[in-house]
């Protein structure tokens, strides 16, 4: 089966601190990776090349559909892979329903079909205005506005910073959801908890520093000596669980 992304020997940097030194890795349909590492490791940078946008020092090759990122005009791009940021600047205090409106790209529709405003609690915010959310709901927003953009590629940083426990499994389980409805479609994602990852994710992708990195099925991630080695510290299992010692 064709990747929808590959990493082919993919160096990153910020100045002379190299963030990943020759990543070579597959992201299929069906997947839900999760990037993992300490603050500052890298994975804005690498969420940032991976849909194509400047980082400050990179070499290697990203491949989309077996196609170099380079060689995809910026219209086809978009139907192809969306990118959420940590924390969306607004320029404009726009409501939601008109930037859900403004953000679809497919023209068939694809991206209205591909999102329920309800799974993502922010249907009652139709006529909100941006600035005016809190902190949670303008992150589902963003969730939203990436899956409405009707690119099988989502790329989104740290999607659960600003959600409180409810909503951290109702991100959890519209992921799932979002990624088994149609066919063909990956979610890359970032996340700092755990507990978290481990419902989210099918996959993990970890940054340990100094440019190594470590990938596989969740299960095969996080157990106790890996954890241990990408953040630090001691980790013990609770119920299912894994939590900083």
Do not use: Y
């Amino acid at each position: 089966m064709s990747a929808l992304i590959e990493t082919r020997k993919l160096d990153l940097w910020a100045g002379e601190r190299q963030l990943v030194r020759e990543l070579s890795w597959r992201v299929h349909a069906g997947e839900r990776w999760c990037l993992i590492g300490r603050n500052a490791v890298g994975k804005s940078s690498l969420l940032r090349a991976l849909a194509g946008l400047p980082v400050a020092g990179r070499a290697g090759e990203v491949i989309w559909l077996q196609r170099d990122q380079g060689d995809w005009p910026a219209a086809e791009a978009a139907c192809f892979r969306a990118w959420m940021p940590q924390q969306p600047a607004d320029r404009f205090a726009l409501p939601v329903h008109r930037l859900l409106d403004l953000s679809v790209v497919q023209p068939d529709g694809a991206g209205q079909q591909g999102i329920d405003l309800a799974q993502l609690d922010i249907a009652e915010l139709g006529d909100r205005v941006l600035t005016r959310l809190s902190g949670g709901e303008r992150q589902r927003v963003a969730i939203a506005q990436a899956a409405v953009q009707g690119a099988p590629l989502l790329l989104l940083d740290e999607p659960i910073a600003f959600q409180d426990p409810a909503h951290q499994g109702l991100v959890a389980r519209w992921a799932a959801d979002w990624v088994t409805r149609r066919p063909g479609r990956a979610l890359v994602m970032s996340s700092h908890d755990m507990h978290w990852v481990a419902r989210a994710a099918t996959h993990v992708l970890a940054l340990l520093g100094e440019g190594r990195w470590r990938a596989g099925p969740v299960a095969e991630v996080l157990q106790s000596e890996p954890l241990r080695e990408i953040f630090n510290c001691e980790w013990v299992s609770a119920a299912g669980s894994w939590l900083p010692a």
